[in-house]
């Protein structure tokens, strides 16, 4: 049993930053790789970025690249989502999810919903223009 509880979203203004943050729950979250997802009204959740278990490997979508930064701190059982010059268009709930799964470097599987077995409830971000 595992639980994703995501925190740091608001509201901001364009050009702005915010963190998000996900504690996990449980003492196996040294093993799960992570991502980070997003669903905007009226759009399908969409892939943000991963991380793997141990922190080695990331990876964004071309939307957020150069923009947000995945990080994990394992001893704290969280996954953060730095989010710098934020756009109107990155508003949307974002959600946490983890996996037991392994991914390589370049895996497409792993940037599909469809991978992660846990996810969070999520949080909203709202940049204003």
């Known amino acids: 049993q595992v639980q994703l509880v995501e925190s740091g979203g608001g509201l901001v203004q364009a050009g702005g930053s915010l963190r998000l943050s996900c504690a996990a729950s449980?003492?196996?979250?040294?093993?799960?790789?992570m991502g980070w997802f997003r669903r905007a009204p009226g759009k399908e959740r969409e892939f943000v970025a991963r991380?793997?278990?141990?922190?080695?490997?990331?990876d964004y979508a071309d939307l957020v690249k150069g923009r947000f930064t995945i990080s994990r701190d394992n001893d704290k059982n969280t996954v953060y989502l730095q989010m710098n010059s934020l756009k109107p268009e990155d508003s949307a709930v974002y959600y946490c999810?983890?996996?037991?799964?392994?991914?390589?470097?370049?895996?497409?599987?792993?940037?599909?919903?469809?991978?992660?077995?846990?996810w969070g409830q999520g949080t909203q971000v709202s940049v204003s223009s």
């Open positions: 991380i793997s278990s141990t922190g080695g490997t990331t």
């Open positions: 999810a983890g996996t037991r799964s392994v991914a390589g470097v370049r895996s497409v599987a792993a940037t599909r919903p469809s991978w992660y077995d846990y």
């Open positions: 449980g003492r196996a979250f040294s093993t799960y790789g």
